[in-house]
């Protein structure tokens, strides 16, 4: 398995996170934006995180390259909501499929153990065996299924939720 560096996300990594999103937005399904972020679009998305929080982003260093990266994000803006996070993890094509996407997840869910979090959501649109297989491999189980909540490319898409449970 290659080695990766884990670090917080800066705004020195935001044009290679950005690559990485534009890329699965433009040719998959898997993210339902439609658009390519911006520059701008990134400033303001390494903003909702912060270190000892419940929102926080990690990236991987390859020999000093960003691979992947990792978040924990809002699940629903109602404060009430707020002991509930949704993970999301994205690696560059090469890097998938060799253990990097767990090493990413496991050290997220160690950050998340350590603050007030009980619900840990990962929200996958319909087929993405790589995501399915590695919230599974990180302990998450499906709870809820959604038919068709979005459309791309002309074609409607199937999402599930699955949830880790923190005591
Ligand atoms: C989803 C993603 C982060 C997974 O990371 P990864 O490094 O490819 O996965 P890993 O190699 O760490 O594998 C983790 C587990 O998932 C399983 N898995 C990985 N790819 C799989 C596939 N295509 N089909 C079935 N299971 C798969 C592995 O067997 C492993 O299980 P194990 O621990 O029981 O052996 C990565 O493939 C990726 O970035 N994909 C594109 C972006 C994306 O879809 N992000 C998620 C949005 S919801």
Same mark, same amino acid.
């Given at each position: 398995?290659?080695k990766i560096?884990?670090?917080p996300?800066?705004?020195?990594h935001?044009l290679?996170?950005?690559?990485?999103?534009?890329?699965?937005? +433009?040719?998959?399904?898997i #993210?339902f934006?439609t658009?390519? !972020?911006d520059?701008e679009?990134?400033?303001?998305?390494?903003?909702? =995180?912060?270190? #000892?929080?419940?929102?926080?982003? =990690?990236? +991987?260093?390859?020999?000093g390259?960003l /691979? *992947?990266?990792?978040?924990?994000?809002?699940?629903?803006?109602?404060? +009430? !909501?707020s002991?509930s /996070?949704?993970?999301? /993890?994205?690696l560059t094509? #090469?890097?998938a *499929?060799? *253990?990097? @996407?767990?090493?990413l997840?496991?050290h997220?869910? +160690?950050?998340?153990?350590t603050q007030?979090?009980?619900?840990? =959501?990962?929200?996958?649109a319909?087929? #993405?065996?790589?995501s399915? *297989?590695?919230?599974?491999?990180l @302990?998450f189980?499906?709870?809820?299924?959604?038919?068709?909540?979005?459309?791309? =490319? @002309?074609?409607?898409?199937?999402?599930v !939720?699955?949830? !880790?449970?923190?005591?």
């Open positions: 398995m290659p560096d884990i670090i996300a800066a705004s020195g935001l290679a996170i950005k690559d990485i999103y534009n890329h699965y937005i +433009a040719t998959t399904h #993210n934006e658009t390519p !972020y520059d679009y990134m400033q303001k998305w390494l903003q909702q =995180f912060a270190q #000892n929080s419940r929102h926080q982003a =990690f990236v +991987a260093l390859s020999n390259e /691979v *992947g990266f990792a978040m924990s994000q809002a699940f629903r803006p109602k404060p +009430a !909501y002991t /996070v949704e993970i999301t /993890v994205y094509q #090469n890097a *499929g060799k *253990g990097l @996407g767990k090493q997840g496991q997220l869910l +160690a950050i998340l153990a007030d979090v009980h619900r840990v =959501f990962a929200c996958i319909l087929p #993405n065996d790589a399915i *297989g590695l919230h599974k491999s @302990g189980s499906q709870t809820a299924h959604l038919t068709e909540v979005g459309r791309k =490319f @002309g074609n409607y898409y199937d999402v !939720y699955l949830e !880790y449970k923190f005591d």
